[in-house]
Nanobody, 122 residues
Framework: QVQLVESGGGLVQPGGSLRLSCAAS????????MYWVRQAPGKGLEWVSH????????YYADSVKGRFTISRDNAKNTLFLQMDKLKPEDTGLYYC???????????????WGQGTQVTVSS
């Protein structure tokens, strides 16, 4: 069955870095666009970034552009999110998702991970 398993979250000081990973299984990873979506405490889902398939084109929310980098390793069925210059407002539960789409309001993905917590605090 399809599994998306995130890891790499934790507590970090403002200005610090974290690297999130999402291990995928149960589907042909290289054929799917992959997304990172986050949810801050008490707030709704927010699209962070996504990466398309073979060409690897990447897209970012304005709030993370220039600080986050999404990448994928199709040979290892793994998605990454390198997060630098972290801010307290980056705190939240970070999910990887696929098998669908988002328009920024609706999140219609068939595959979701369980999420990994990122907390940015001094």
């Amino acid at each position: 069955q399809v599994q998306l398993v995130e890891s790499g979250g934790g507590l970090v000081q403002p200005g610090g870095s974290l690297r999130l990973s999402c291990a995928a299984s149960g589907f042909t990873f290289e054929n799917y666009w992959m997304y990172w979506v986050r949810q801050a405490p008490g707030k709704g889902l927010e699209w962070v970034s996504h990466i398309i398939t073979a060409a690897g084109s990447t897209y970012y929310a304005d709030s993370v552009k220039g600080r986050f980098t999404i990448s994928r390793d199709n040979a290892k069925n793994t998605l990454f999110l390198q997060m630098d210059k972290l801010k307290p407002e980056d705190t939240g539960l970070y999910y990887c998702a696929s098998g669908g789409f988002t328009d920024g309001t609706h999140y219609a993905f068939g595959y979701w991970g369980q999420g990994t917590q990122v907390t940015v605090s001094s």
